[in-house]
């Protein structure tokens, strides 16, 4: 019904500076919460960035100053900004959407995309 696919991984010198994307597609009616998760090798996923549809936002302080996320509601599109990325930034990155059942938004269904690989290099 709804598909989440992410893009902009890739490879970077530490410094550097990617911008990640994440592409809505399916049945949509509305969305909620949009957000990045990570999970770097050998450890649990933990929530980097959100934006509510208000467009409030909050981050993982450890990227705080440095990541800004952003979405574009015409376009069913979420954005996270990465700039001065530090090898401990090295992970695999999820975006994800809260999306309501029905009309009454009682309950919801989280969305998650396949991932994309962010690596950070000295």
């Known amino acids: 019904q709804v598909q989440l696919v992410e893009s902009g991984g890739g490879s970077v010198q530490a410094g550097g500076s990617l911008r990640l994307s994440c592409a809505a597609s399916g049945s949509i009616a509305s969305i909620s919460t949009l957000a990045w998760y990570r999970q770097p090798p050998g450890k649990e996923r933990e929530m980097t960035a959100t934006?509510?549809?208000?467009?409030?936002?909050n981050y993982e302080v450890s990227v705080k100053g440095r990541f800004t996320i952003s979405r574009d509601n015409a376009k069913n599109t979420l954005y996270l900004q990465m700039n001065s990325l530090k090898p401990e930034d090295s992970a695999v990155y999820y975006c994800?959407?809260?999306?309501?059942?029905?009309?009454?938004?009682?309950?919801?269904?989280?969305?998650w995309g396949q991932g994309t690989q962010v690596t950070v290099s000295l």
């Open positions: 994800t959407a809260d999306i309501p059942r029905g009309p009454a938004g009682w309950t919801y269904d989280r969305y």
């Open positions: 934006i509510s549809s208000s467009g409030s936002t």
